[in-house]
C-alpha cells in the first residue's frame, strides 16, 4: 500500500519558520509530481507548491512566492517543503501528494494519485 507520510508541522509564530518532509513509506519515489497542498480552516484544498521528481522544477502559488522553498532528496527519498515569514493565513492542514504521470493540472487536487494524512501547521498573530 502507497503511503506518504508528512512531518514537521507544529505552532509558530508570526514571521517564524517551519520545515515539513514527506517521505514515502516502504518503497521508492517514483512518481512525476510531488506537491504540497493545504487546505485552511473551513476551505477547500489549495495549491502550494510542486516539484518534478525527476528534473527537478518547481512552481509556487502566488500566496507562498519567495517564502516557501520545494526540495527534493532522491538519496533520502523525501520531499520539503521549507516556509519561512509565516503568517496566520498560511494556517492549515498541510498534504504532501504524489502523481504517477505527468499532468498540466499540477495545480489541481484531482490528478495527484497520493495522499498523505496531513500535518498541521498553525502561526499565531
Known amino acids: 500500500q502507497v503511503q506518504l507520510v508528512e512531518s514537521g508541522g507544529g505552532l509558530v509564530q508570526a514571521g517564524g519558520s517551519l520545515r515539513l518532509s514527506c517521505s514515502a513509506s516502504?518503497?521508492?519515489?517514483?512518481?512525476?509530481?510531488m506537491a504540497w497542498f493545504r487546505q485552511p480552516p473551513g476551505k477547500e484544498r489549495e495549491f502550494v507548491a510542486v516539484?518534478?521528481?525527476?528534473?527537478?522544477?518547481?512552481y509556487y502559488a502566488d500566496s507562498v512566492k519567495g517564502r516557501c522553498t520545494i526540495s527534493r532528496d532522491n538519496a533520502e527519498n523525501t520531499v520539503t517543503l521549507q516556509m519561512n515569514s509565516l503568517k496566520p493565513e498560511d494556517t492549515a492542514v498541510y498534504y504532501c501528494?504524489?502523481?504517477?504521470?505527468?499532468?498540466?493540472?499540477?495545480?489541481?487536487?484531482?490528478?495527484?494519485?497520493?495522499w498523505g494524512q496531513g500535518t498541521q501547521v498553525t502561526v499565531s498573530s
Open positions: 516502504g518503497r521508492t519515489i517514483s512518481g512525476y509530481y
Open positions: 516539484i518534478s521528481w525527476g528534473v527537478g522544477n518547481t
Open positions: 501528494a504524489e502523481t504517477e504521470a505527468y499532468t498540466h493540472d499540477y495545480g489541481t487536487p484531482e490528478p495527484y494519485d497520493y
